[in-house]
């Protein structure tokens, strides 16, 4: 199932958006770097974008490897996309890279801060190869840029099991 029920009660593409580690920090941590705005005031403006584009988001937050490897299978039959900022785990997580490829869904990359732009580490994202691409560098914006590239990508694609899907996960639309 890749759509919800939308307030509206329309049937809306659901777009997931993935919060990782120290992001429920966002607003008092490094503002300099990630801004003052908080994980909350995002979301809030992701709702309300979501419901100009005709889209249903839901967001999620964890500081726990497993629990974004499970909301990310749990997306796998639930949502159209992935909007993903997966913090630290960026840099070193193959599980939630795995996860990614599994759930077969089209997946965007967010990043506040223009990691090319920090220390060497940062450069190395274990998801920017399996993404549809990747926003970084634009602060809490980025994640409204993120929300209206996936529901572009979703219009311009068929929900699964409508179209069928391709062995091993179609991750670009066709
Ligand atoms: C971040 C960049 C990561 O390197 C860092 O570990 C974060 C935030 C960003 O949004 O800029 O936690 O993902």
């Given at each position: 199932?890749a ?15 993935i919060?990782?580690?120290?992001l429920n ?5 490094e503002?300099a ?5 908080s994980?909350?005031?995002?979301n809030r403006?992701?709702?309300?974008l979501a419901a100009?584009l005709g889209?249903a988001?839901e ?7 497993g629990?974004?490897v499970d ?28 996860a ?7 997946v ?6 223009n ?8 450069h190395?994202s ?12 634009f602060g ?11 529901a572009?990508?979703?219009k311009k694609?068929p ?5 069928g899907?391709r062995?091993?996960?179609a991750r670009r639309?066709r």
């Amino acid at each position: 199932m890749a759509k919800v029920e939308d307030s509206g009660s329309r049937w809306a593409a659901a777009v997931w958006v993935i919060n990782g580690p120290n992001l429920n920090l966002l607003g008092r941590r490094e503002p300099a770097l990630y801004g003052r705005s908080s994980l909350a005031e995002i979301n809030r403006r992701l709702e309300r974008l979501a419901a100009d584009l005709g889209v249903a988001v839901e967001t999620f937050q964890s500081n726990h490897e497993g629990e974004l490897v499970d909301r990310i299978q749990e997306a796998a039959s639930r949502a159209s996309a992935i909007i993903i900022n997966a913090g630290a785990y960026t840099h070193t997580s193959v599980a939630v890279r795995d996860a990614l490829v599994a759930s077969g869904l089209p997946v965007i990359e967010v990043h506040l801060s223009n990691l090319h732009a920090r220390e060497d580490f940062r450069h190395r994202s274990f998801i920017a190869d399996v993404a549809i691409g990747q926003i970084v560098g634009f602060g809490p914006e980025g994640y409204e840029l993120a929300l209206r590239a996936a529901a572009s990508l979703i219009k311009k694609r068929p929900a699964r099991g409508e179209s069928g899907r391709r062995p091993g996960g179609a991750r670009r639309p066709r």
